[in-house]
């Protein structure tokens, strides 16, 4: 597993829960439980610096790296999303976003893609993708910060045909690869949530082996935001096992939860001179979790 994007993972689902702020012996720590070394640690962090995501702090002679602004906005937009167990109602509008991109600036349109993608949006035709969402803010904000004001074009409008809102959506999306891989996870995660849970009632698993497989879980089903559009329940297919994945993962997710907090608690630190019990986080409390 890559160390950047499991850094992306415990922020994510732990340190932002705690101030957003850890410091990087603590983070080392707790990567070595997945077998990443000193030296990869420091190089993720650092590129993640150089990004923008996170930002160095000194006290002493350590070092604690915090979400930034940035960091935060897409951890909590990833979080809403982890663990939603169900899709918005639709109001029956598309959003479209045209784009006419010069190729001086071919960069600029490849990340936009790779947003766009994140956001949910599909490709209708080439430079038109479409989302049944209400992600005006979002697109704003992909406008404002890549600086396309000129080149960009966008509608929030219902289709008047000729043919039906399904069309529009195996146009855009391939459902069927979708389901596939939610197919995947379950059968793989079903299994394991199994012989888990049978062996916390049975006391035969540690608090960081709960860590790590309650980790190893969320930095796979987070894999989902990047293609799963999150299409509204009147647009997806007979037989969608979307649903299912993310019964799934909650109540696997809940059962590991306790135990993987409190090694996390073990581990953590800092630097804030305010007390930890004044700072725990109860994981049950999660504001996503019972959606």
Known sequence: MNTRSMIFTI??????????????GS????LKEFGHNDQAVRAAISRM???????????GNKSYYFLTEQGVKRIEEAAKRIFKLK???WDGQWRILMYSIPEEIRSVRDELRKELVWSGF???SNSCWISPNALEKQVQDLIAKYRIEEYVDFFVSDYKGPHENNRL??????????????QEFIQVYSQKYTIDKSKLQKGQMTDAE????RTKLVHEYRKFLFVDPGLPEELLPEMWLGGHAASLFSDYY???AEPASRFFEGVFEDGNELSFKDKKYDVMDHPYMLE
Not at 27 to 30: A, V
């Open 11 to 24: 922020y994510g689902d732990y340190i932002r829960h705690y101030g957003n702020k850890i410091w990087i």
């Open 254 to 256: 809940k059962e590991l």
């Open 27 to 30: 983070l080392i720590r707790l």
């Open 122 to 124: 599909g490709t209708l």
């Open 87 to 89: 899709s918005d109602s």
């Open 49 to 59: 610096n150089k990004q923008g995501w996170v930002q160095a702090e000194k006290k």
């Open 169 to 182: 959506v195996v146009k855009s999306w391939d459902l069927q690869e979708i389901n596939g891989k939610y």
């Open 210 to 213: 709960c860590f790590v497989e």
